[in-house]
């Protein structure tokens, strides 16, 4: 199946089941979902979030509970800024010096209470949590067709700050959890842990790209974004 026709269905299939919540429509976005929170709560239970110091989430309204839970628990949070159109392409929350961090996980929030940083001084990354419109039980994701969320892993394994072995996971809706085929890009970042409220779906999967995919990269989207134009010159 197209990834856009499979966009389509879920985002449709979400709206009229009554499942998407706000920011509405679904279309067009990571959708929101009913069970958000509950689905954040059994990814808290995880080996993969008990391990994890430093977490590197989407800033998207599904994964809101997902950050906040982090914060809560001491765990550092980094954001990216959007398009990656800063030197310094990243938001670190610190729980240790936020006053409010329910305030600062919110998209709004994040830059009034984080600090911006650039990716040369963030540690490794010990998870990082996709938001996602189609997954399946493999692993395979779909997100909403800009390519940012794959591009940030990317540059993150350029740097040496993800691996193979580090964590990818997402929170969706069982009705994200699909069986349509679907052909990945080389660039797609596998998740190996599919959560929703109802379960967590060790995915089993492998093949996480290492470094940048040069050749899906326009000659725009280098001029656009400073840590691609300063890779491309190392």
Known sequence: M???ELRERVWDELEESGAARFPFPPHGRIPNFAGA???ADRLAGTDAWHEAEAVKSNPDAPQLPV???ALREGKTVYMAVPRLREAECFVELDPAVLED???A???SGMDEHGRQ???DVMPEVDLVVSGSVAVDESGNRVGKGEGYSDLEWGVLSELGLVDAGTP????VHELQVREEDWEPDAHDVPMDLVVTPDRAVETGASGKPAGVDWRAL????LEEIPVLRDLARD
């Open 105 to 107: 996980a919110t998209v």
């Open 101 to 103: 961090t329910d305030a």
């Open 2 to 4: 197209d990834k856009q």
């Open 117 to 119: 940083v650039g990716p």
């Open 37 to 39: 929170e509950e689905a």
């Open 67 to 69: 950050r906040r839970l």
């Open 218 to 221: 326009s000659e725009e989207r």
């Open 168 to 171: 990818v996971v997402t929170t």
